[in-house]
């Protein structure tokens, strides 16, 4: 038995493969987004935070894509960095695209809770 | 003037974002099917070569995605990986897995080409 | 105050990130290796719990490397995913480069563990 | 023959791996102390270029590890990321910092070109 497409893999992975994708893309692009902003948005914090995001989504989406049992550890971390990252998205007021990543982190972050567990 | 999601951006870079992500996607899920598979399929110039091109695709969708100019030069080098990578899914045989990979390192390497001319 | 250099971040971290950086290497290596070796050494299971734990040792390194905070959920799960793939390189004998690489995760899974803390 | 360890790979692939992974490592160090200095060192399009170099400089180093011959097309993308990133880096003036990022950019672009040739 393989488990190496989307067909066969279990359609809650599979969800959570295409959040963890959606949440890397929209850090990436926020990133842009604070650093044409300045200000707080521009913030090292908030900004390196945003880079771990992206990178610890890919890992996990990844580690999914790979078939590989371990993605329940990188999945964990995902949504631990996650959830921070909604917060700090959350915490620079009420602008769209800050809402907008705030909501997929969200999203990514429930996702990956369950496939941690 | 931002650049920072889809509806901001080129067509053409969307797509390009989109080739990439999925021959990033089906290289990871390629090799795991390969393994699988054994004998020739597993030989590591084999396996080797589609882990650069999940590498590359993502790294080109990345720049991408950030917004940086110096997408042309990932692109360029995206275009070249592609192509060998098809190359040797072709040259695995005609089994169902190995042709959706090739048709999808293809696709990839003519839209970077395109985005690096 | 910065943090963006070796002489100013805590020993223990530039040490964490060196160990990091020489898994994820060694992990990439042993890989090409086990395919070389074929049999057990290439079953997709060994293979693709070395190719996770190389990803998770780069964005655990990258996150020290970006100053980020929230290095202590990267690092929890390196320590995890690093665990495993020792024991999984423990599982194949006793050849020198599986033991090489064995060393090489546990002593990163160590002070990861102390990162995570 | 194997070539999956560092005595086994020419010596100047060994040093391209080095430059590669120093790179790689000091851009990151560097976005985090530019986005604490602000102003035009701030901007997103030399935060994107340093974060797109150590992306490039990640796969051309891995490509390398991985043993895999493709090497040659990504080495000759991060010559060119790396160039341009050097000179970013210079345009923004004569601090300690900027200096030490450009040095490191420029010694992997002559490396890369080498492996690329």
Redesign the interface.
Known sequence: M????AEHRDPAMNEC?DNC?RCH?IC??????C??Q?GKH????H???M??C???C??SA??M???????T??C??CA??CR?CAESCEAMGDDA?MQRCAETCRKCAESCARMAA
């Open positions: 393989t488990h190496h497409t493969i994708s893309a990436l692009e926020t990133i842009n987004y650093l044409g300045g521009a913030e090292a914090g900004i390196n935070l880079a771990v992206a990178d610890i890919a890992t990844d580690a894509l790979r078939g590989a049992a371990v993605h550890a990188t964990g971390a631990e960095v921070r695209q």
